[in-house]
């Protein structure tokens, strides 16, 4: 594998990932379903995580182009959800990540996105990842749930190959049997032992998938999800997080409620000042 960084930093936001840096909260809902709860989301949240001083990036896809039924609620029109997420760059001073799909999806969002996001189910998609890393920003390749995370060498190997470093890895479970996603924490050493930056996302990580018309989920599960892998030792923790979850429009079974991340955060960042400082 070529040189690689153990670390990315955001100048623009003057926020650092990897390398024992405090850990960074990447957060947000699933999917821009309108521009008020989005930006009362991220001004939200950016008001939990200024008080107790985390670095944080702002979430949400503009479209969402897997779902479990052709009936699924997508997008509420990509142009106004692009316009949506430069809002919240612009309003609230905060980098943007969101999903990309296809080669073409790269170039098209990138003035809106500070980190461009591979989905799990296309983390071995070459072309997908060559067109990523070509624009120069910030790629996150969540592992496929099919992938043994020694795996994500390879994906990560056709970013590099376009000279662009600037790579995160995202554990998010792995299928086990028919509907039920696990997490084996020791895939967070084996793809930090690549050499970059890796993230927990505790909140698809309990996901039911297919087990129904709608992806089903268990959010009891985020919280000790979220715990453990700080006690493992993470770079970055990413939670889809909505006001009100059963009602969203997209993941309403694997969002944390807006209400609770505070308290959320609190119980994470002891965790990893504790495994940091060590």
């Not at 890895?169 to 690549?194: A, P, Q």
């Amino acid at each position: 594998m070529k040189k690689i960084s153990n670390e990315i930093t955001l100048n623009e936001y003057s926020i650092s990932i990897g390398n024992n840096k405090p850990l960074v909260l990447i957060a947000g809902p699933c999917v821009v379903e309108g521009e008020k709860i989005t930006l009362q989301t991220a001004e939200k949240i950016k008001e939990i995580t200024g008080k107790l001083n985390i670095p944080y990036i702002f979430k949400a896809s503009y479209k969402k182009a897997n779902r479990t039924s052709g009936d699924s609620f997508a997008t509420i029109g990509v142009e106004e959800s692009i316009k949506i997420l430069e809002k919240v760059k612009k309003e609230f001073h905060l980098p943007v990540l969101t999903d990309i799909h296809s080669p073409q999806e790269a170039s098209n969002i990138s003035n809106a996105a500070d980190i461009l996001q591979i989905p799990a189910f296309l983390c071995r998609q070459t072309d997908l990842l060559i067109a990523a890393g070509m624009t120069g920003k910030v790629v996150n390749i969540k592992k496929g749930q099919f992938l043994a995370p020694e795996d994500m060498k390879h994906a990560a190997e056709k970013v590099l190959s376009t000279g662009n470093s600037q790579i995160l890895l995202t554990e998010r479970g792995t299928t086990f049997g028919y509907h039920n996603l696990v997490v084996d924490m020791r895939s967070l050493l084996i793809m930090r032992e690549l050499g970059f930056p890796v993230v927990m996302d505790a909140t698809h990580s309990v996901q039911m998938p297919g087990s129904s018309n709608i992806t089903g989920g268990q959010p009891k599960f985020i919280k000790p999800l979220a715990r453990a892998a700080a006690a493992v030792g993470i770079d970055a923790l990413f939670l889809e997080v909505h006001p009100d979850p059963a009602n969203a429009k997209s993941d309403s079974a694997s969002q944390l409620p807006l209400n609770e991340l505070e308290e959320t955060l609190k119980e994470i960042m002891e965790i990893d000042s504790i495994v940091k400082r060590k």
